[in-house]
């Protein structure tokens, strides 16, 4: 028999989940909250090990043509300038090299734009914003604030990081801000003439604060940017992780910064500003026919880039579960799709939350250890970008099961 899936939230790891599924001959209907599917104008970092689940679903195909492919990860003193580490990345073909793919800076609407059509519209319900969950033994029902309902044999709550899904299982928020907040953007990299080399992935780091960017356009004509502080000290809004500010406050933080700094951030008006939230790990991801993949699951930092790459690992293993020929019961596999995937992403954002302090190290401290950890990363994250979810159901599930 088909089995029916309900995917919640139309993000990237949803997306991803119902793209395989479909591919798997699974009956899949996607429910999103929003009444379009837009996307914010910021870039994200594609790494290798969601590449390579991107590759089997045909959705990479192109991508690169329009993407950028930083030459080197750079980290700088943010007020002097002075370089603290360099390392190549696209140089050489270095990051091929050591993992068959190319590193490459994308626009989130692309790439959101592509798993859409990797889905088909037909089976995305825009306007459904999930309220309620009834589990039984054999389906899950489900209740949308439009007052309909709906049925289904396996959920998957892709809802993000304020995910309903995670806050019916858990009856409260899991997320928890960090103190930090950050402010994004698209610009082009001619409005920072003191941008020497804007085909390069660069940290710039200081006291409290740092400012990431990398191009998201073949050459960097095109950079994304995230300058983060360590500010506000408490979110000051409970229903929104997003809270109003002005270019003039973004810039306020970053005063006697290298001026390739302030002219990154000074190129944007800034009308938002984002909480940066994580989570400590929940107990489980599941409950019943119930899943949770994404930062619904695992709300991390930004700092490895890595929170939509997990996404795209959690959505093939655990659709690749569900379809597998001979993985027993459906709770069977919904376990077995933790047990493969949760130690990970725990790492994971660990590992996000530990760079956190690498990058804002304190005035007047000693930094050579810093520094030192700073050239480790490549060696240190190498696990992290050679991961291949297409193979961590192991052989005997790759083969999708009979449906009809
Ligand atoms: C500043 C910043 C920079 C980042 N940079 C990177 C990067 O470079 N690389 C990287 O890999 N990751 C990055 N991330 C993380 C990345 O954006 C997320 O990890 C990723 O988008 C998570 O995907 P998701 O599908 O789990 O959730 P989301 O993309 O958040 O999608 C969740 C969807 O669910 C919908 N939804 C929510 N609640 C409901 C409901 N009740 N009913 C129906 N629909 C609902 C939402 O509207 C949304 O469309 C960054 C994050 C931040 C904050």
């Not at 006291?207 to 050459?219: D, E």
């Not at 020929?325 to 530990?354: F, H, M, N, P, T």
């Amino acid at each position: 028999m088909t089995l029916r899936v309900a995917v919640i939230g139309a993000g990237i790891g949803g997306l991803t989940a119902a793209a395989t599924l479909l591919s798997r001959g699974a009956q899949v209907e996607v429910y999103e909250q929003a009444s379009e599917l837009t996307e914010i104008g910021a870039g994200i970092s594609l790494f290798a090990n969601g590449q390579r689940v991107l590759s089997e679903l045909g959705v990479l195909d192109g991508l690169g043509d329009s993407a950028g492919e930083p030459s080197r990860v750079v980290i700088r003193d943010g007020q002097t300038g002075d370089r603290i580490v360099s390392h190549p990345l696209g140089d050489g073909k270095w990051y091929r090299a050591q993992t068959d793919f190319p590193y490459l800076g994308v626009h989130r609407a692309e790439l959101l734009e592509r798993l859409e059509a990797a889905v088909d519209r037909r089976h995305v319900h825009l306007e459904h914003r999930l309220v309620d969950l009834e589990p039984s033994e054999d389906h899950v029902d489900l209740r949308w604030e439009n007052g309909r309902s709906s049925r289904f044999d396996v959920v998957i709550g892709a809802d993000g990081a304020r995910s309903t899904v995670r806050r019916w299982m858990y009856d409260k928020e899991c997320a928890i801000y960090t103190g930090n907040s950050g402010f994004r953007g698209i610009i082009e990299s001619s409005c920072a003439p003191s941008l020497e080399n804007p085909g390069d992935l660069q940290f710039w780091v200081g006291s409290r604060a740092h400012l990431l960017h990398f191009p998201i356009s073949p050459g960097g004509e095109r950079i994304t940017f995230l300058a983060a502080v360590e500010e506000p000290v408490r979110w000051p809004a409970e229903d929104t992780w997003r809270i109003p500010t002005t270019t003039n406050e973004a810039l306020a933080h970053f005063e006697g910064w290298h001026p390739a700094v302030t002219e990154i951030i000074g190129a944007v008006a800034h009308s938002e500003r984002w909480g940066l939230f994580r989570m400590e790990p929940i107990p489980s991801w599941r409950h019943g026919r119930i899943a949770l993949l994404g930062d619904a699951a695992h709300t991390m930092l930004p700092h490895h880039g890595q929170g939509a790459n997990l996404s795209i690992e959690d959505a093939f293993v655990l659709a690749q579960l569900l379809t597998a020929e001979g993985a027993g019961s459906i709770e069977d596999r919904l376990q077995q799709y933790e047990l493969l995937r949760k130690r990970r992403a725990e790492k994971v954002q660990l590992a996000s939350w530990r760079a956190n302090h690498l990058l804002h190290f304190p005035e007047g401290a000693d930094t050579a250890q810093r520094n030192t950890a700073f050239a480790n990363i490549p060696d240190d994250a190498r696990w992290i970008h050679t991961y291949d979810a297409r193979f961590a159901a192991g052989d005997s599930l790759l083969v999708p099961q009979e449906m009809d």
